[in-house]
C-alpha cells in the first residue's frame, strides 16, 4: 500500500463547477501538507500549504486537513478552463522530505 | 525570473552513456531538493541539500547516481551508466523551510 493514496481522476466538470479532490495517508507522523499543481509536461507549482490539522483559504481555493481521519481536501471554487492540469497532494512528517500522491487530472469544459 | 532554473530541459541519450543535470535554486534559499518523476506518477524524493552538505540519498539513487553542490549554490546530479529505467523528469526544488519551490525540470530519454 502507498504512502500516499490519490484518485487518479480523470475529473472533467463544466466551467463554473466546484472541483473537490482529495488524498488519504497512513503515516501518522505527517504534519506539512500542500497540493500542487502541474500543467503537463511542467514543474509543479505550489498552490496550498497547510501546518497540521485545519483549514486555509486562497482565494477561489480551499485547503482542508483533517488529521484524525488521515484525510485531506482542495476546493476550487467558480473553475476556469484556465484550472485544468494534474493536481498534486505531498505531505511530510520533517520538514525537507515530501511524499506525493500520484496526481488528479482535471478537466474543466469551457 | 527569480525561479529555480534547470538546464537541459530536455536530454535524450544512449544506454551506457553518462549524464549530468544542473539546477540554479532561488538565491537566497538554502535548502536544495532533487526529485524523480515517472509518467502517471507524482515525484519521488532523491536527495535533499542543506547548503553544501547532502544530508539524506533515498534508496532509490542507485551507486551510479551522485549529486552535488559545491559552495551551496548550484547543483549538479549525474548519472552514469545510463539505463533505459531511467527515463524520467529530474525535478529541483529549494526552499528555506517547509513550503518547496521547484523547477522546471529535465526530462531525460535514454534510448
Known amino acids: 500500500q502507498k504512502e500516499v493514496e490519490q484518485d487518479p481522476g480523470p475529473l472533467s466538470v463544466p466551467e463554473g463547477a466546484i472541483v473537490s479532490l482529495n488524498c488519504t495517508y497512513s503515516n501518522s507522523a505527517f504534519q506539512y501538507f500542500m497540493w500542487y499543481r502541474q500543467y503537463s509536461r511542467k514543474g509543479p507549482e505550489l498552490l496550498m500549504y497547510?501546518?497540521?490539522?485545519g483549514n486555509k483559504e486562497d482565494g477561489r481555493f480551499t485547503a482542508q486537513v483533517d488529521k484524525s481521519s488521515k484525510y485531506i481536501s482542495l476546493f476550487i471554487r467558480d473553475s476556469q478552463p484556465s484550472d485544468s492540469a494534474t493536481y498534486l497532494c505531498?505531505?511530510?512528517?520533517?520538514?525537507?522530505?515530501?511524499?506525493f500522491g500520484a496526481g488528479t487530472t482535471v478537466t474543466v469544459r469551457a | 525570473d527569480t525561479g529555480v532554473s534547470q538546464d537541459p530541459r530536455h536530454k535524450i541519450t544512449k544506454r551506457g552513456q553518462n549524464v549530468t543535470f544542473r539546477c540554479d535554486p532561488i538565491?537566497?534559499?538554502?535548502?536544495l531538493y532533487w526529485y524523480r518523476q515517472t509518467l502517471g506518477q507524482g515525484p519521488e524524493f532523491l536527495t535533499y541539500f542543506q547548503n553544501e552538505a547532502q544530508l539524506e540519498k533515498s534508496r532509490l539513487l542507485s551507486d551510479r547516481f551522485s549529486a552535488e553542490r559545491p559552495k551551496g549554490s548550484f547543483s549538479t546530479l549525474e548519472i552514469q551508466r545510463t539505463e533505459q529505467g531511467d527515463s524520467a523528469m529530474y525535478l529541483c526544488?529549494?526552499?528555506?523551510?517547509?513550503?518547496?519551490?521547484f523547477g522546471p525540470g529535465t526530462r531525460l530519454t535514454v534510448l
Open positions: 497547510t501546518y497540521s490539522s
Open positions: 505531498a505531505m511530510s512528517a520533517t520538514d525537507y522530505k515530501l511524499s
Open positions: 526544488a529549494s526552499s528555506l523551510v517547509a513550503t518547496k519551490f
Open positions: 538565491s537566497e534559499h538554502n535548502r
